[in-house]
Nanobody, 124 residues
Framework: QVQLVESGGGLVQAGGSLRLSCAAS????????MAWYRQAPGKQRELVGS???????KYTDSVKGRFTISRDNAKNTLYLQMNSLKPEDTAVYYC??????????????????WGQGTQVTVSS
């Protein structure tokens, strides 16, 4: 079974930093695109940033220059370095793996997967 497990969330003061990790496991062959989303209370889930298996990145405007997304394809792990955090960055952060190819006894399958989420709280 494929699983995405996030870690690294927590409570930090404004201006501080956190690094999130998302480890994908489960006989994985490849992952096309990986991304971080976030959802604040009472708001819709929004894309924070994404990275292709070739390393191309995109960010939402509100985090450009402060957040850096990266991935280790050999470890099937996604990272999000968050610097200069603001109270408005407070949310549950979710990892997403799009176009994940994994193998089972019945053959290869391609699906999209989500992690369970990790809470990031930035105090003012």
């Amino acid at each position: 079974q494929v699983q995405l497990v996030e870690s690294g969330g927590g409570l930090v003061q404004a201006g501080g930093s956190l690094r999130l990790s998302c480890a994908a496991s489960g006989n994985i062959d490849s992952i096309n695109r990986m991304a971080w989303y976030r959802q604040a209370p009472g708001k819709q889930r929004e894309l924070v940033g994404s990275i292709t298996n070739g390393g191309s990145t995109k960010y939402t405007d509100s985090v450009k220059g402060r957040f850096t997304i990266s991935r280790d394809n050999a470890k099937n792990t996604l990272y999000l370095q968050m610097n200069s955090l603001k109270p408005e960055d407070t949310a549950v952060y979710y990892c997403n793996a799009e176009g994940l190819v994994h193998y089972s006894i019945t053959g290869p399958y391609t699906n999209d997967y989500w992690g369970q989420g990790t809470q990031v709280t930035v105090s003012s």
